[in-house]
């Protein structure tokens, strides 16, 4: 069943065109564990009532130190980054209040669910100095945040296979992934999300990535719970084994495809030709952010070209801006893992607040997980 933010195949097309460019793609959630913080910079206190800390709520390996460092050279404060596994986790904290976060990264999804339980202000785009008038309309003014009145894309990318020579087969789409996996001896992993997991499956049995209804996703969880026996892990940290030899197989967000492959050449990263998964990463200020003002001077930094191409060229994800794409290596930008081609991408699909929420897919993955 489509849903009532979903882009269409034509309309994706449409919308990546980056002329002699190739097109990029971008969420990344790992195994849910709790907050790490790290601070990066010096300790002198900004001015103008912005605080001499700001938390920034964030994703591994998101945000290059060096520019966080160079916030800190330039402004006096401090960024205190709180890594966390999981959207679920983000939310949770958010909702108790009193999260001392005062910038967040959320996926798309959860977005819808943030603005109406009033989780997070409106964007002060005086203060930032942001026109998002030539970036990439995939990516902006979509239906989770109309008119980015509360989020700016940070990053976006897809979610793929990724498969080593001893393999024993290339897949090219989710039906030939799934059933490659059971046939390794415990050497392919499904991630530990249900929205990947779940949506990858469905896609493989022909069913729409957001599947939602009983029937839908009671085929999906007799598939996986047949299959589950025969993994290595149903697990996001997913790097380690590819790494030393334990899997060879494995569902995999752009980051981790990117980084094994570099590192790896035997290793291919494939986003499945008959559908998947799109999605982006966001910037957004919580309600209750106790320093608004070193968000908003956090903000307009790290969107100026040169700071959000050095923060691109360190986590290896898409930006939506073409000016800072156009300043980003070009090892980078001509990467396919990285920017597919607009073909590529055309058949995947965002999943929604509707997919997010769902109580029946967290009841399914319980089961799923727990079998």
Same mark, same amino acid.
Request: proline share 7%; with cysteine; net charge negative.
């Given at each position: &069943?489509?849903?009532?933010?979903?882009?269409?195949?034509?309309?994706?097309?449409?919308?990546?065109?980056?002329?002699?460019?190739?097109?990029?793609?971008?969420?990344?959630?790992?195994?849910?564990?709790?907050?790490?913080?790290?601070?990066?910079?010096?300790?002198?206190?900004?001015?103008?009532?912005?605080?001499? =800390?700001? =938390?920034?709520?964030?994703?591994?390996?998101?945000?290059?130190?060096?520019?966080?460092? #160079?916030?800190?050279?330039?402004?006096?404060?401090?960024?205190?980054?709180?890594?966390?596994?999981?959207?679920?986790? &983000?939310?949770?904290?958010?909702?108790?209040?009193?999260?001392?976060?005062?910038?967040?990264?959320?996926?798309?999804?959860?977005?819808?669910?943030?603005?109406?339980?009033?989780?997070?202000?409106?964007?002060?785009?005086?203060?930032?100095?942001?026109?998002?008038?030539?970036?990439?309309?995939?990516?902006?003014?979509?239906?989770?945040?109309?008119?980015?009145?509360?989020?700016?894309?940070?990053?976006?990318?897809?979610?793929? &296979?990724?498969?080593?020579?001893?393999?024993?087969?290339?897949?090219?789409?989710?039906?030939?992934?799934?059933?490659?996996?059971?046939?390794?001896?415990?050497?392919?992993?499904?991630?530990?999300?249900?929205?990947?997991?779940?949506?990858?499956?469905?896609?493989?049995?022909?069913?729409?990535?957001?599947?939602?209804?009983?029937?839908?996703?009671?085929?999906?969880?007799?598939?996986?719970?047949?299959?589950?026996?025969?993994?290595?892990?149903?697990?996001?940290?997913?790097?380690?084994?590819?790494?030393?030899?334990?899997?060879?197989?494995?569902?995999?967000?752009?980051?981790?495809?990117?980084?094994?492959? #570099?590192?790896?050449?035997?290793?291919?990263?494939?986003?499945?030709?008959?559908?998947?998964?799109?999605?982006?990463?966001?910037?957004?200020?919580?309600?209750?952010?106790?320093?608004?003002?070193?968000?908003?001077?956090?903000?307009?930094?790290?969107?100026?070209?040169?700071?959000?191409?050095?923060?691109?060229?360190?986590?290896?994800?898409?930006?939506?801006?073409?000016?800072?794409?156009?300043?980003?290596?070009?090892?980078?930008?001509?990467?396919?893992?990285?920017?597919?081609?607009?073909?590529?991408?055309?058949?995947?699909?965002?999943?929604?607040?509707?997919?997010?929420?769902?109580?029946?897919?967290?009841?399914?993955?319980?089961?799923?997980?727990?079998?």
């Amino acid at each position: &069943m489509p849903s009532p933010n979903a882009i269409s195949r034509r309309h994706l097309l449409g919308l990546l065109g980056y002329g002699s460019l190739l097109a990029g793609t971008g969420v990344a959630a790992s195994a849910c564990a709790p907050p790490v913080k790290e601070t990066t910079g010096g300790s002198a206190t900004a001015s103008g009532g912005s605080g001499s =800390t700001l =938390t920034l709520a964030t994703w591994p390996n998101y945000d290059d130190p060096a520019v966080l460092r #160079r916030f800190t050279e330039e402004t006096g404060i401090r960024v205190n980054v709180q890594v966390f596994g999981s959207t679920e986790e &983000m939310e949770a904290l958010l909702r108790a209040g009193n999260s001392g976060i005062d910038v967040a990264v959320p996926s798309q999804y959860a977005i819808p669910g943030w603005i109406k339980g009033d989780l997070l202000q409106p964007l002060d785009y005086d203060e930032i100095g942001v026109d998002l008038s030539s970036w990439n309309r995939a990516v902006v003014d979509q239906e989770f945040d109309p008119g980015n009145r509360f989020t700016i894309p940070k990053h976006w990318g897809t979610t793929g &296979m990724i498969f080593s020579g001893d393999a024993g087969g290339e897949p090219t789409s989710w039906a030939e992934f799934f059933t490659l996996a059971p046939d390794l001896d415990r050497r392919a992993v499904i991630v530990d999300h249900q929205i990947s997991s779940i949506g990858s499956a469905a896609v493989s049995l022909g069913l729409d990535f957001n599947v939602r209804d009983e029937k839908g996703l009671g085929e999906v969880e007799r598939f996986l719970k047949s299959i589950k026996p025969k993994l290595f892990a149903i697990s996001s940290d997913i790097q380690p084994g590819l790494r030393n030899g334990d899997t060879w197989l494995s569902i995999a967000w752009t980051g981790d495809g990117v980084q094994v492959v #570099r590192d790896n050449p035997g290793f291919k990263y494939v986003i499945g030709k008959d559908g998947g998964e799109i999605w982006s990463d966001n910037w957004s200020v919580p309600k209750d952010a106790p320093h608004p003002d070193a968000a908003w001077a956090f903000l307009k930094f790290i969107h100026e070209p040169k700071n959000a191409a050095d923060n691109i060229n360190f986590s290896l994800y898409p930006h939506a801006d073409p000016a800072v794409t156009e300043l980003v290596d070009s090892d980078v930008r001509g990467n396919p893992v990285i920017y597919p081609e607009d073909d590529t991408i055309a058949p995947l699909s965002f999943a929604t607040a509707e997919t997010y929420n769902s109580p029946l897919r967290a009841e399914t993955w319980a089961r799923i997980k727990s079998s």
